[in-house]
């Protein structure tokens, strides 16, 4: 199977640009999602983050609270470490088994930290997608209902936007209407399928 490795910062387009290849029949798998469903109730890694962690972390329903593991892991490197010890070998495994499992001619793996671990080992490609900074701060704004100082502070601990066009094999720039988003990820998109044509046979 030919993997596209899809990534971008924060209020850059990933999903606009995956709504779009998605519409075109290319399966797209979403690490964000797959980062959910391994901590699961009943999932391996939910009950390791409890034995590290404790019962604190559980909601009354028994499923993760977010919240209050976010608040450890956030002020304590070893506890982030740790946590990524557990969840990382598990979301890698949740995304192969999702990759394996696609019919389409290639499919997308979407994730903000594609570039940052190892992820971008299941991929063939990657595929930047690119907004100016101010661009990024107004649409994230403008989606998520957050102060800008915040979304700087999520900007600052991503990888910068010149390492991240840097590892690219394609850039989208996505500064414009999304009419020119679509154009160039329709040229992309053909692409793909001649290399992902090539790539099986």
């Known amino acids: 199977m030919f993997v596209v490795g899809l990534t971008g910062g924060i209020g850059s387009g990933k999903t606009a640009a995956t709504d779009y290849l998605a519409d075109r029949g290319i399966t797209v798998v979403d690490a964000d999602l797959a980062s959910r469903v391994v901590v699961e109730p009943g999932q391996p890694a939910l009950d390791a983050i409890v034995d590290r962690f404790g019962r604190p972390v559980l909601q009354d329903d028994g499923t993760l609270n977010r919240r209050a593991l976010r608040e450890i892991v956030f002020s304590d490197e070893a506890a982030r470490r740790d946590l990524e010890a557990i969840t990382h070998p598990a979301i890698g495994d949740e995304l192969r088994r999702q990759i394996a499992g696609s019919q389409a001619p290639y499919t997308v793996l979407v994730s903000p930290l594609l570039l940052e671990g190892s992820q ?82």
């Open 120 to 201: 971008k080992d299941m991929t063939h490609r990657i595929l930047v997608i690119d907004a100016p900074p101010e661009v990024q701060v107004a649409r994230t704004i403008a989606r998520d209902q957050v102060p800008e100082q915040q979304v700087a502070a999520i900007m600052r601990v991503q990888m910068a936007r010149e390492q991240r066009r840097a590892q690219a094999h394609d850039v989208v720039e996505n500064h414009g209407p999304l009419h020119l988003l679509h154009d160039q990820l329709e040229q992309l998109h053909q692409k793909y399928l001649k290399l992902a044509e090539h790539h099986a046979g």
